[in-house]
């Protein structure tokens, strides 16, 4: 950093304190651990400060002071990110939200939900159920990310074959402009056709057009009666037959279709209390399949039922019907078992969508060519196919001397001609970066940049992230 | 117009014959009346020039020649619009898709199909259905409207509480820009997280932004078992509770949940066969609501014992249960004596939307205002209360020498205090211009401004509407 800017930084710290106040503005060893990195681990770094505003207008006075000053900003929610997108560089100074947190409202007449940034998701989604209640919102990382980091980075998660991604939950929002004029379109309505839908840009963008400080979140009906069946099947095709005939009978009942190919469910069976398959034999591919019904009405036997009508009609090869919460969680465990990638292997992660259709094709030549690559690679594919996502895991220990890089630009190009997408719910922050045009074109970059600039001219707003 | 501008035009036609070929450019008699207003009647006037472009390429060639020369462009659909969003002025060149019409593909395995912006909503349906599947949109105009217009206007219509609306149907979306430049976003993904949603920019904004030429949209799995019945209540609250009871119960199987005021209604029963209400009584408030279940599955019993058990508890006052197709019909023809407005009175139209909760006392409110300026209107209230949506209709005839202008204004002003929005889902166009400031703020209007300047510089796309 030139002495100039060290400068010019020390000068708007010192106007960040006057306008916030001293506990307001971190720096040094006063900022913790947490704000260096997100859960990626990505590159720690220690901003230049961190700032705790307490309101939308403590957002707006520190963003005016910085874009003034030209300084960038990098907005910061609860860090669990999978892409570095919150992640500060030394002369960055981070806002989080974390101080201003709560429920402002509950109105169950439209029911929806004013929430603050800062609020955690589970709080969020305690709230909505103590009101009677469902957020359509649901991921591991619920303690500890968010509303504001769920909305600027449209979470997907759990509930997306059900409820949508976390743009489908938003009626209105609250942001704050590079400028620091405060864009409220807190509206509780889901007709609303006034203009351009500003709201939208800011849903997935990654805190570059603005920083969410408020929004109204849509509440469901509460689906609490949930059956879990784990089934066996003979190929790809039979899957999307299933998805399709479960989502014709139960439309968007249908809570989770989770789809497991044979070395990520061995894997999984291995990490299990018994270590052993629920199934007697072992199959060309699996599905986890839940139905998740209203509060009002049990139709489990139902679901049950139709899968029973798949197994007799040869759709089904296998199936486990869990009788018990006991059960549903042990058929869980086995897809669960992404929680022990980290200490059991080095895992380059790919979380990538593409046509659900083209999704067990893709599968096949995407092993193939890494076998044909690295014949010694250990690959793991399964995937929340309702959603056409596909994750993907390889293993970098099984290639060493491989880098993670290379097996990035090897797996994107093959999935480009496929019309897939680099990331379905990641999202792009700092590590997807250089990937991008694998999936947007060089029309579809420059208008991205050209509404980048048109409301955030002097680029203060985390800077270097998505685009 | 001067003449040098009258010579710029004459030479911007001459480029676009050369570059579409004759048939594509209609000038004087040759562009049909139907080009010359929408369904308003507002203002007829016969643009410059009427494009019939075959192709995307053609329309970004078309575009550029006309960027080039800073000639304004009027993106046309089927002119079904109720806000004069796609009326030209005498100087504009028109731009229609109607030539660039039919089903590029149906995807059954992503419950996806492509649709080139000129096809007619009701074509679309029809390619769903024989598909197997359903459109989540419908409108009274299907015949007529094409998927172009529906959304570049977002449109709603009688869906939206199952659905969403047209911007939730859609998936991806090709648009040409005010440049020439093609964005292409043809995702069939549910998932996408890949920088800026860039389409939900051009949803809504009525072709101020750019021309949309092709979408993929969902498909639903359909849903043929409807049943329908009309009830009664004692007030607004009731209907509220109603609305939340059977969203609890049925989720969004409920397909309609329509309120009609007393006013509305007698005028509605007056004009129906045999002109008799389906009640013993008169009634505060009735609700027409319709149980729209999976094609696999008749919930009707359930739908039908849910309502019985309300009238038990006193929730319903009376109620009407349609026992056949052609009872269903005689109760949504109370509904539907809106087609009849524009013969029996002057209407003036409000399409209105409030958060659920206050539209109650927004109509109350709304009325004794009404009543107190002008003694003597006739005001009708109804609406798609599970949509946050309601119409209003004061009769002109009854209140003479009021200008409709005098009439807007006053219910506008007495709207922006609810948080209400003067467009729910018709749009601003031109005849709403004037009042997008009774729900937008001044920070909303800059931004949108800042936006538009970013993607259409000179300001050739649809100038003077919305913005």
Redesign the interface.
Known sequence: MSGASSKTLERVIAALRGALGDEAVRTGQAIPEQAMTDWTGHAPMRPAALLLPCSTDEVARSLAICNEAGQPVVPQGGMTGLAGGAIARADDIALSLARFAGIDEI??????MIVRAGTTLQAAQDAASAA?FELGLDLGARGSCQIGGNLA??A?GNR?IQS??A??QVLGLEVV?ASG??????????????????K??F???EGT?GIITRAVLRLN??RGRRHTALVAVDGYDAV?KLL?SL???????IGAFEIMWPDFFDFGVALTAHARSPFPAAHPLYALIEHAG????DEGE?FFAVLAEALDAGLVRDAVLAQSVADARALWAVRECTAEFPARMDPVNFDV??????IGEFVDVCRAALDKRWPSNRSYFFG?IG???LHVTVDGHSIPGVAHDDVYAFVYEMLAPY??????????GLL?RAY?PF???P??????R??K???DPKGILNPGK??
């Open positions: 109105d169950p007449a439209s029911a929806t009677g980075t449209n997907g997306v949508g991604t743009r489908d402009l004029a405060v864009l409220s379109s807190m509206t509780k309505m889901t007709k609303n056709n006034t203009g351009y839908d500003l939208q840009l849903i997935g963008s057009l009906p509460p999307v399709r989502s014709a009978r139960f439309g968007n009942d209203l509060d009002t009405l139902a969508s593409l046509p659900i259709g083209l929340h959603d056409s996502n019309g897939g997408s680099v990331s379905a719910e990641h999202g792009i997807k991008l999936s947007r074109s029309e579809e970059l420059a208008a991205m050209a509404i600039a048109a409301l998505v685009i």
